[in-house]
């Protein structure tokens, strides 16, 4: 079982930079993927990035790629995700999970334990 706690999210103008973090608790955090997904227009989940269970594989939506940056630190147990250039169209609330699988997986339904999230405002 993993616990994961969000923080990190804040109100900031478009252009500007946010780090989240997402801390996790309970066993075996390094035998975990880490995904960070946000909530889309209609409620969905929709994914942002993936880091695997060593770091070496790194992913990213498209939307995302070349402005997020996400890493790992697991003596710390926790999760990354490093935000510049940030866009009006990145305001919503964002979600780490854990996956047991390999990938990781960039599937919302691919996740076995979910944060409750961190709100994430730029403005124009």
């Known amino acids: 079982q993993v616990q994961l706690v969000e923080s990190g999210g804040s109100s900031v103008q478009a252009g500007g930079s946010l780090r989240l973090s997402c801390v996790a608790s309970?066993?075996?955090?390094?035998?975990?993927?880490i995904g960070w997904f946000r909530q889309g227009p209609n409620n969905e989940r929709e994914f942002v990035s993936a880091?695997?269970?060593?770091?070496?594989?790194?992913k990213y939506a498209p939307s995302v790629t070349g402005r997020f940056a996400v890493s790992r630190d697991n003596a710390k147990k926790t999760v990354y995700l490093q935000m510049n250039s940030l866009e009006t169209e990145d305001t919503s609330v964002y979600y780490c999970?854990?996956?047991?699988?390999?990938?990781?997986?960039?599937?919302?339904?691919?996740?076995?334990?979910w944060g409750q999230g961190t709100r994430v405002t730029v403005s124009s």
């Open positions: 309970g066993r075996a955090f390094e035998n975990y993927g």
């Open positions: 999970a854990a996956a047991i699988s390999e990938g990781p997986p960039v599937e919302d339904h691919g996740y076995d334990y």
């Open positions: 880091i695997n269970l060593n770091g070496r594989v790194r």
